[in-house]
Structures are given as C-alpha cells and as structure tokens.
C-alpha cells in the first residue's frame, strides 16, 4: 500500500507544481508580465506624490494578471488546463475559471509614458518628463518602471472671461463671482472642465436651453515663470441658438401614449389645466395627479431645474412605465413646445417578496409576502396596497427546553399612499426632485409563540414619506394607534406572568398611541467597493393623548378599559458593506436601542415598554448562538423548573437598552451558492428593577462585562427569487457565568455530543440576517 501512497503523492505534487508555475505558458522569446513602478526623481518628488501616483497607475495598461491574497490564482487555474476541443475541465479552467497570461509583449511603455506625462501636464506640471523601462526578473518574467520628473506645479496668476456685450455675456460674467477656478490655485484641467460645466448648468438655469459646455473654450498662457492665466471665452463657432434664451409656450402631457396611435393622440386637443395640457382620451388620470409634478409652466422662463423635476417626478409617481420628454422651438421664435409622452405601467399587479430583516421586536424577521397593488387608484395616481404575509424563525440544537423558542407571524395591511403631502390645512408642495408622499394605513399582525401565547396588534398610520435625496429618506407618522391583545395564554406563560409582573405589565391589554420618526441613509450598490445603511427611529408614545384621556378609579390613564401606554423608545442601525473582490463581501452592523417607560400603573410597580416596544436579542437574525429570546437581560438566566424538576424555560428575555455587533464575511464561489463566517456580539438589560434582579440593569461600570459572543459558518442557497439561509453557530462568551468564566474556549469540544447538543445552534431563515 506504500508505493501508490508514494506515486499519487508524487502525482499531486507535479500537478500542483505545474499549476503554481506561472511562466508555463508563456510563448518562447516572451515574458510574463508581472506590474509596473512609478518612481520620481528625489529632488523633484512632489508634496502631493501618492495622490498623482493614484491617479497614474489607473491609467497605464494592460493591468498584470489578477492576485487574491497575494497569489495568482486565476493565472494558476488557466495553467492547469490546455486549449479546450469542446465543452469539459479545460473549457472551464481556460474559459471561465482561468486567465490568460498577461504578456509583456502587450506592455506598450512609450505610449504609457505619453499617456503619464499628459495627466501630469493636466495637473499644471507643465515641463514634466517621464521616461519608461523594462526589468527583467529572471528568465521567464519582467516589470515596467516608469520614472516622472514633475519639475515645478504652476499655479493660477488670473482669471478673465473674453465676452461681448450680448445677453449671454453678461450672464457669463454675472456668474464669474462663483469661479471654481481661483487665483493661486494649482492648475488643474479638471477644474477647468467643471468650471465650464458651472457655468453651463447656470446659464440652462437662465433659460439657455441649447447652450452646451463646448461652446466655451479655456485658453492657458504659461509663459509666466510657474504662474498661469486663463482666459474663458465662447467658441466663435457658437450658433445662434446657443445665445438665445428661452420661454415656453406651451407644455402638453400625454397620459397613455402609444407609438402605434401617435398621429391620432397628437391630433387630440386635450384639457387645459392650470399652465398646462393634458392629452388624456381614455380619461385615466385625473388633473389633480399633475398638480404638483409638472414645474415647466407656459409663458414661464426655461429653467433646467423645473425641466429635471418635472421628468423625475413624474417617473417617480411610480405609475408610469417610460417617461420622455421632447422640446422643440418654434420658428424664428425664442419659445419652445415642451411635450412629456407618458407610457403607464399596467394598473393592476400581483407581487410576490421575500424579506429577512433583523428586528428588535418579537416579530419574526423572515417573511413572505403577497401584494396586490393598484397603482392608479381613483384615477389620481394613489397606490392601494393589499398586503398578507407570513414569516417563521427556527433554530434547532441548543440547551433543550420544555417550551419551543420557534415563533410564527402572520400579517395584513391594505394602506393608501398619495403621491403628494396631503393635508387638511395647507398646501405644500417642495420644489425637489423627490415625489413626496401621504400614506394611509390599516393592519394586523400575529406573533404566535407555540404553547406559550398569540400575541395580536391592531395598527393604524397617517404620515408622510418623503426623499431629501437620493440616498436620504424620511417617514414621519404623526398619527399612530396600535392596540395589543394578547390571546391563548398557557398556563405555563401564567405562572410565569406571576412571578414576573413586568413581563405581566408588558403582555397585557393595551393602546399605544403617538408618533414616531425614521431617518434612513442608504447608498448600497453593487458598483461601490464601500456602501452603508443606517437608520434612525424616534417611537413617542402617551405623551400628547395622556393630556387628553381621563384617570380611572385608580389613577391610571386609561381608553375603553385598556391602559394608554406611556414611552420613549429610540433606536440607531448601522451598516457597512465592504465588496474586498466581485466575489467577497464584509458586513459590519452596529445597533442601539434604548427605551424608556414612565406614567402609573394598576400594579404599582414600575412601568415597563409594551411587549411589541420591547428589545430582544438571540436567534437567526440577531445573535446566532443563543437561542431567540434566552439571552440576557444582563447577565440573568433563567433556571425555574416545573413540579417534575423539568426546565420551563419560556423565551420571553426583554429588556429596554440593546446593544448588538455583527460581523459577517460573505463570500460568493458561484451564483447559486455563499458561504459565511460571522462573529455576534451582544446582550439587552432593563433600564431599572427591584433590587433582586440588579443584575438585569444596565450599568456603565459593567455592562461590557456581560456582552455575549458567539460566532459560526454559514451556508446561502440563492434561488434568484428565494434566498435561503443555513447558520450552524456556538457560544465563545457566556454572560450568565461567574466573571472569571464567561469566556468559553476551553470547553468547546465539537467531538463531544453532549457539549454538541448543549451549544451548537442550526438557524433556518429566509433572506440575510443584516
């Protein structure tokens, strides 16, 4: 058995030693190609070299072949293989896996050294040198260095618009105040180009519709020993058209074009409205829709500001599929017909969404949810939204318990959303991009905890959703009414309620009525190496209706015999997303919440957030390797035990102050499937309880003493439409321990069944944790 041991080993070896020889396909009389070096002279090195040198080595090609990790592993795949006959292992590995050696014969080092030279002249190094040259690096392999010679930056000595005396000119030097350009600033083509693009977008705004930055040429005197002037002037060859200004004589809407019927529409006379024309034979929209989306007025001055506006909200109504806008100036005139076609999308639809968000609150992050929605309701561009959705947590393993920590949801909603602040007082209409939007809402939302409780919540919204821009968001709901029923309690869940009357006070009969906030940040692309997403949220409750609703008997506000919650609660949630490579990702994500409770109770004690206010911590979509809702507050554990000496573990760990730390690389081997590694780290604790249960509270001098740590692998099945989630973690850091003990390393044992059984955790989910 030793010898084919020896030759598959030997075999190994060959294959791997050919594969990780990089130069093996590398033509005879060629070289691979491994980079190139930007040097400077020493005692021309300029102050802002690193700056420069970015910016050179984006531009010099071809780029060497592509490393991870320092290695070239796409090189080495592409070695392993031959030149492929068909469809098979060396298809994949020169085709698709691999990559071709990047030869030096393809380096063109003049070219790249004119290339280098221009982008420092562009950047005012007027007598600049750079000069190119090959190191060989041994046999089979060579760089390039490319050596720069700055000499001196010049700066800008002045600045002068060249204009006549025409309308155009003096805008030109109306404008000139706000140069980009200043005296004693480095040279800089960039600075120039967006100088002109300035004054270009100002003079649109001006009401130059044809005016191009083309029409503008810089000219650049160096001959002033390291100084420049420039002079701004237009192009003679400027049309007439370009100098003219503009005013609209008319602006037509075409609310249902069809190209197949355009001669038909055109010949429609439509209805005026306000300043503008609608063309609407099928009668689809009513004028109100347009009210406050369309900014190009008739007998109004051209502005690209309201041309921008107008084309983006009425894209961003939402009900129209293509938006485009033509103009055209009518003869020997300085007036312009502005006409918008508007092709809607179909007005009803059917939508099926799958979502996994982490949330703070006993209901379930994974869900599945069916909308119908339509987009035109009451012909004014309202959107009607019926929604029903489900969702479910589960994790399997862990310390074993009497009750299931699974949880189910169920939700409804059927909400109105205008597109416009509606209000009963005034009219406000925001001159942005951003349609601004009023939304209407009605719903209900089931957690079911089995064997425990079903914990239902009647809700009602009015407010108001609106972009600041294009990565800002806000929603602000003046109005919010949420009524809390808790049905099916076990006796179990009782018994429990007994000794604790806090959870009591939080799993009870009552409304919350208030106001809340959100700001959200979220600039995420796929494109950006670096994006993130934050959100804020302000949750006030009982403070403006307490002024209003009488005392029971007994003191305490209450409404139909239920008690009126009192709060504050905020929470913040960010996130980076860090893209290493086109095929791993690393995501951190911080959250904080705090909440605060206060007004009389029946019970005397202290008031405590309703359960749907409450924080939570543990399970798939938070920290993996504790159980949902186990963990915390503080450092406390429950251990109470039934008549039979058995765990009753309930799951129903609130607390009033979370804090929570999430790190996960994601890494992408194909479209189908991601693999994960995360660490969580985290706990709640209770702003203040009797003082037998001080270790539930938070306190500065020690809340960091009782951060739980777990960490884990992860499996993603991406369906397209579907993403299912496999996360199989455990415990590093055990709050509930002594002090000396929390940290848990030396106990784990993953060839141990009974240490398995206790702490490993399998989490199912649909969607990312975060």
């Given amino acids: 058995m030793t010898r084919p041991i020896i030759y598959?080993?030997?075999?190994?070896?060959?294959?791997?030693?050919?594969?990780?020889?990089?130069?093996?396909?590398?033509?005879?009389?060629?070289?691979?190609?491994?980079?190139?070096?930007?040097?400077?002279?020493?005692?021309?090195?300029?102050?802002?070299?690193?700056?420069?040198?970015?910016?050179?080595?984006?531009?010099?090609?071809?780029?060497?072949?592509?490393?991870?990790?320092?290695?070239p592993i796409k090189l080495w795949l592409y070695n392993l293989?031959?030149?492929?006959?068909?469809?098979?292992?060396?298809?994949?590995?020169?085709?698709?896996?691999?990559?071709?050696?990047?030869?030096?014969?393809?380096?063109?080092?003049?070219?790249?050294?004119?290339?280098?030279?221009?982008?420092?002249?562009?950047?005012?190094?007027?007598?600049s040198e750079v000069e190119a040259e090959i190191k060989a690096q041994g046999k089979k392999k060579a760089s390039a260095i490319y050596t720069a010679t700055p000499n001196h930056r010049y700066t800008i000595r002045r600045v002068r618009y060249d204009t006549d005396t025409g309308i155009l000119s003096r805008m030109i030097i109306t404008?000139?105040?706000?140069?980009?350009?200043?005296?004693?600033?480095?040279?800089?083509?960039?600075?120039?180009?967006?100088?002109?693009?300035?004054?270009?977008?100002?003079?649109?705004?001006?009401?130059?519709?044809?005016?191009?930055?083309?029409?503008?040429?810089?000219?650049?005197?160096?001959?002033?020993?390291?100084?420049?002037?420039?002079?701004?002037?237009?192009?003679?060859?400027?049309?007439?058209?370009?100098?003219?200004?503009y005013w609209?004589?008319?602006?037509?809407?075409?609310?249902?074009?069809?190209?197949?019927?355009?001669?038909?529409?055109?010949?429609?006379?439509?209805?005026?409205?306000?300043?503008?024309?609608?063309?609407?034979?099928?009668?689809?929209?009513?004028?109100?829709?347009?009210?406050?989306?369309?900014?190009?007025?008739?007998?109004?001055?051209?502005?690209?500001?309201?041309?921008?506006?107008?084309?983006?909200?009425?894209?961003?109504?939402?009900?129209?599929?293509?938006?485009?806008?033509?103009?055209r100036p009518v003869r020997d005139s300085n007036l312009l017909f502005a006409r918008f076609f508007l092709t809607p999308y179909p007005k009803r639809s059917l939508q099926?969404?799958?979502?996994?968000?982490?949330?703070?609150?006993?209901?379930?992050?994974?869900?599945?949810?069916?909308?119908?929605?339509?987009?035109?309701?009451?012909?004014?561009?309202?959107?009607?939204?019926?929604?029903?959705g489900g969702g479910f947590e589960t994790q399997v393993g862990g310390t074993t318990t009497q009750v299931s920590t699974n949880a189910y949801s169920l939700n409804a909603e059927v909400a109105v959303t205008i597109p416009r602040f509606w209000t009963p007082i005034i009219k406000f209409n925001p001159r942005t991009p951003y349609v601004p939007k009023t939304r209407f809402s009605v719903g209900y939302e089931l957690l079911k905890r089995p064997n425990l409780y079903n914990l239902n919540a009647f809700n009602g919204l009015y407010g108001y959703l609106w972009k600041q821009t294009k990565y800002?968001?806000?929603?602000?709901?003046?109005?919010?009414?949420?009524?809390?029923?808790?049905?099916?309690?076990?006796?179990?869940?009782?018994?429990?309620?007994?000794?604790?009357?806090?959870?009591?006070?939080?799993?009870?009969?009552?409304?919350?009525?208030?106001?809340?906030?959100?700001?959200?940040?979220n600039n995420q692309s796929p494109a950006k190496y670096h994006s993130f997403f934050g959100t804020f949220n302000?949750?006030?409750?009982?403070?403006?209706?307490?002024?209003?609703?009488?005392?029971?008997?007994?003191?305490?506000?209450?409404?139909?015999?239920?008690?009126?919650?009192?709060?504050?609660?905020?929470?913040?949630?960010?996130?980076?997303?860090?893209?290493?490579?086109?095929?791993?990702?690393?995501?951190?994500r911080l959250y904080a919440g705090y909440g605060f409770a206060y007004g009389k109770r029946d019970d005397d004690i202290p008031p405590t957030l309703p359960f749907v206010k409450q924080f939570f911590t543990g399970g798939s979509n938070s920290i993996r390797a504790f159980r949902a809702r186990t963990l915390g507050p503080g450092s406390f554990r429950d251990t109470a035990v039934?008549?039979?000496?058995?765990?009753?573990?309930?799951?129903?760990?609130?607390?009033?102050?979370?804090?929570?730390?999430?790190?996960?690389?994601?890494?992408?081997?194909?479209?189908?499937?991601?693999?994960?590694?995360?660490?969580?780290?985290g706990n709640i604790w209770l702003g203040k309880a009797p003082d037998t249960l001080q270790n539930k509270v938070f306190a500065f001098n020690r809340f960091y003493k009782e951060i739980a740590v777990g960490t884990g692998l992860g499996l993603r099945i991406d369906a397209s439409i579907l993403l299912i989630r496999f996360d199989v973690s455990f415990p590093l850091r055990v709050p509930w321990k002594p002090e000396n003990e929390r940290w848990v390393f030396k106990e784990i044992s993953f060839g141990d069944p009974a240490w398995r059984k206790e702490n490993l955790i399998l989490n199912i989910a649909i969607g990312y944790p975060f």
């Fill in 248 to 327: 609209m004589q008319e602006v037509e809407l075409y609310t249902n074009y069809d190209l197949a019927r355009d001669s038909v529409q055109r010949n429609d006379g439509g209805v005026r409205y306000h300043n503008f024309t609608i063309i609407d034979p099928d009668s689809l929209y009513k004028p109100i829709v347009f009210d406050r989306t369309v900014f190009l007025q008739r007998d109004s001055l051209y502005r690209l500001s309201s041309h921008n506006i107008t084309l983006q909200r009425l894209v961003n109504l939402g009900t129209f599929k293509f938006v485009r806008g033509n103009f």
């Fill in 352 to 388: 099926f969404e799958v979502s996994g968000t982490s949330k703070s609150n006993g209901f379930v992050g994974s869900q599945l949810k069916i909308s119908a929605k339509n987009r035109n309701f009451q012909h004014k561009a309202n959107l009607l939204e019926i929604n029903l």
């Fill in 8 to 71: 598959v080993t030997l075999m190994s070896a060959a294959v791997l030693a050919a594969a990780c020889s990089t130069t093996r396909t590398v033509p005879e009389g060629d070289r691979l190609y491994t980079g190139h070096t930007i040097k400077w002279t020493e005692k021309d090195k300029p102050k802002d070299y690193t700056t420069l040198r970015d910016g050179m080595n984006e531009r010099v090609r071809p780029a060497p072949n592509q490393r991870f990790l320092g290695m």
């Fill in 175 to 245: 404008a000139a105040p706000k140069t980009l350009l200043k005296p004693d600033d480095f040279y800089s083509l960039d600075k120039i180009k967006a100088e002109r693009e300035r004054i270009h977008n100002y003079l649109k705004e001006e009401g130059f519709y044809y005016f191009t930055p083309d029409y503008l040429i810089a000219r650049v005197d160096s001959a002033l020993g390291g100084k420049a002037d420039i002079y701004m002037s237009l192009k003679k060859t400027t049309p007439q058209q370009a100098v003219r200004r």
């Fill in 81 to 127: 293989g031959n030149e492929p006959k068909g469809k098979g292992l060396n298809y994949l590995l020169r085709k698709k896996w691999g990559q071709a050696p990047v030869l030096l014969s393809q380096v063109k080092k003049e070219r790249n050294a004119d290339i280098l030279n221009a982008y420092l002249e562009d950047n005012g190094y007027f007598q």
């Fill in 538 to 588: 302000a949750d006030v409750a009982g403070n403006l209706v307490g002024l209003f609703v009488p005392k029971n008997e007994t003191g305490v506000k209450s409404l139909f015999g239920n008690t009126i919650s009192q709060y504050l609660r905020f929470n913040v949630d960010g996130r980076h997303y860090w893209m290493l490579n086109d095929r791993l990702r690393w995501v951190n």
């Fill in 472 to 521: 800002i968001d806000h929603a602000l709901f003046p109005v919010s009414v949420t009524y809390v029923l808790p049905t099916n309690l076990s006796d179990e869940f009782k018994a429990q309620q007994e000794q604790d009357p806090a959870l009591k006070q939080s799993i009870s009969n009552q409304f919350l009525i208030g106001s809340n906030y959100t700001i959200t940040f």
């Fill in 642 to 681: 039934n008549s039979a000496g058995q765990n009753v573990l309930l799951a129903n760990a609130a607390g009033d102050i979370k804090l929570e730390y999430n790190s996960e690389l994601r890494y992408k081997p194909n479209n189908l499937v991601e693999l994960a590694a995360f660490v969580d780290a």
